[in-house]
């Protein structure tokens, strides 16, 4: 439900990354719903930029103290470190601010088998005072999260006053087949971890890209 419209004029928007807690299935998916969100409204003309907590492993031993370096995990490496939602808005308005942004678009994503739960809210900051432009929060079907999330990228590109250039979600996504949407949704995410200098098996990171292309 929208509870103001935002004003048209410039500034940048900060996508922050989907809050997912203890769902490790879901967060290389959350990943690629940012990393979409993000691309989609600079193509709209929105500049964007996007917000990853990263952490990295400084010290690694066994129950003995002895230390546990293997092939798989070892000093050094980093990590996309889950977190829980953000509940306030004091916080992501600080990032916000802290970043040179305007506006912040926050949200939580969750899987629960064949559906998955999905919350949004976009937020302006001017002068110190927050402003929540939209709020959402949706459970469907997991075939149906590729048009979800184009509604709500369609719906922040006009509350931030650009035009959004694709009239369908299948324009946006490239395709119109759901299941090769959500695929490359979860591509997008592992590519993402990589990104960040995640160490990733090959295996692991072109899975879903091999089962997007099929």
């Known amino acids: 439900m929208t509870e103001s419209v935002a004003t048209l ?3 940048k928007l900060l996508m922050f990354q989907p809050a997912t807690g203890d769902d490790a299935i879901a967060l290389p998916v959350a990943l690629g719903i940012q990393r979409f969100w993000m691309r ?9 930029m996007y917000f990853v907590l990263v952490g990295k492993l400084e010290r690694l031993v066994d129950a003995q103290g002895v230390d546990a370096t293997s092939e798989d995990v070892a000093v050094g490496d980093k990590f996309v470190l889950p977190f829980e939602p953000l509940a306030d808005d004091a916080g ?3 990032l916000i601010q802290a970043h040179g942004a305007r506006w912040g678009l926050v949200s939580t994503f969750s899987l629960m088998g064949p559906r998955f739960h999905l919350e949004s809210r976009l937020l302006e900051v001017q002068d110190g005072a927050i402003r929540v432009l939209e709020r959402q929060a949706i459970d469907d079907d997991n075939i149906e999260l590729p048009r979800r999330l184009f509604e709500i990228l369609a719906s922040t590109a006009r509350l931030t006053g650009v035009r959004a ?3 369908r979600w ?3 996504f490239t395709t119109d087949d759901e ?3 959500l695929h490359y949704l979860k591509a997008d995410g592992a590519c993402s971890m990589v990104e960040e200098g995640v160490r990733m098996k090959v ?3 072109f899975e879903p890209v091999v089962q997007a292309l099929a």
Do not use: F, N
Not at 40 to 48: C, D, I, N, T, V
């Open 179 to 181: 299941v090769a949407a």
């Open 40 to 48: 989609r409204l600079k193509e709209a003309g929105r500049p964007s």
């Open 165 to 167: 250039p694709w009239s």
């Open 203 to 205: 295996a692991d990171a």
């Open 9 to 11: 004029g410039a500034g």
């Open 170 to 172: 299948s324009d946006a």
């Open 92 to 94: 992501p308005a600080q």
